[in-house]
């Protein structure tokens, strides 16, 4: 069966420091891999998808980037923390595009 | 504007009674989907229904759309407090440079009382 993994669950960082969060899935191969945030519990905001290895679509400009470095990794970066960029960050990953999505148990960001 | 509208934002019943949500949207759609998220949790698919579809049923969920009227609606019968969490619904908008991306809605916060 798959499983999909974020870390961590929660962090705590100062404005300008750096970010990096990890997703991993397991039990599947070349997922289609998402990023999303949500802000004070309620809609997801789309942030980046990927199809591929090397291949990230930007949905909303800001400080933040992603990356895929192996088939079932995702990594949501930033080199310089916003008060702004404080939420719910969600991973989810589906078979095909735009179908059922799978969704890990997110990682709250709290910037300071 | 959001492509998907929840209403109402907030649902307070008691266990037993059943529980509809709503969902509208703007533009032409592949499919909608209803998902579920328990607080401070990832999301939890619940069911998709196609733009060729009129009604879904899955254990306690029934899903109708009316692609006429741009809307859909999640019904919950004889609920439980397990059911309390928040639901939203999910567009992928048809054609366009939207392909690929579901855009969600607010979504409606459903309290079942025991």
């Known amino acids: 069966s798959q499983t999909i993994h974020q870390w961590p669950a929660t962090l705590v960082q100062p404005v300008g420091s750096p970010l990096s969060l990890e997703c991993t899935v397991e039990?599947?191969?070349?997922?289609?891999l998402y990023w999303y945030r949500q802000a004070a519990g309620r809609g997801l905001q789309l942030l980046f998808y990927?199809?591929?290895?090397?291949?990230i679509s930007s949905e909303v400009p800001q400080n933040l980037s992603a990356s895929r470095p192996q088939d079932r990794q995702f990594i949501l970066s930033s080199k310089k923390l916003l008060l702004s960029d404080s939420g719910f960050y969600l991973c989810?990953?589906?078979?095909?595009?735009?179908?059922?999505?799978?969704f890990g148990p997110g990682t709250r960001l709290t910037v300071t | 504007s959001q492509q998907g509208e929840e209403d109402p934002q907030a649902l307070s019943i008691q266990e037993g009674e059943n529980a509809t949500m709503n969902c509208s949207y703007k533009?032409?759609?592949?499919?909608l989907q209803w998902y579920r998220q328990n607080s401070g949790r990832g999301l939890v698919h619940l069911i998709l229904?196609?733009?060729?579809?009129r009604e879904k049923h899955s254990g306690r969920l029934r899903v109708t759309l009316d692609t006429s009227k741009k809307s859909s609606s999640l019904l919950i019968t004889a609920s439980r407090a397990a059911d309390t969490a928040s639901y939203f619904c999910?567009?992928?908008?048809?054609?366009?440079?939207?392909?690929?991306?579901?855009?969600f809605g607010q979504g409606t916060i459903l309290t079942v009382h025991p």
């Open positions: 229904i196609r733009s060729n579809e």
């Open positions: 039990g599947t191969s070349n997922p289609n």
């Open positions: 989810a990953w589906s078979v095909l595009l735009a179908e059922e999505q799978y």
């Open positions: 533009t032409s759609i592949n499919n």
């Open positions: 990927s199809v591929g290895i090397g291949q």
């Open positions: 999910a567009t992928d908008k048809a054609g366009g440079t939207s392909y690929g991306k579901l855009t």
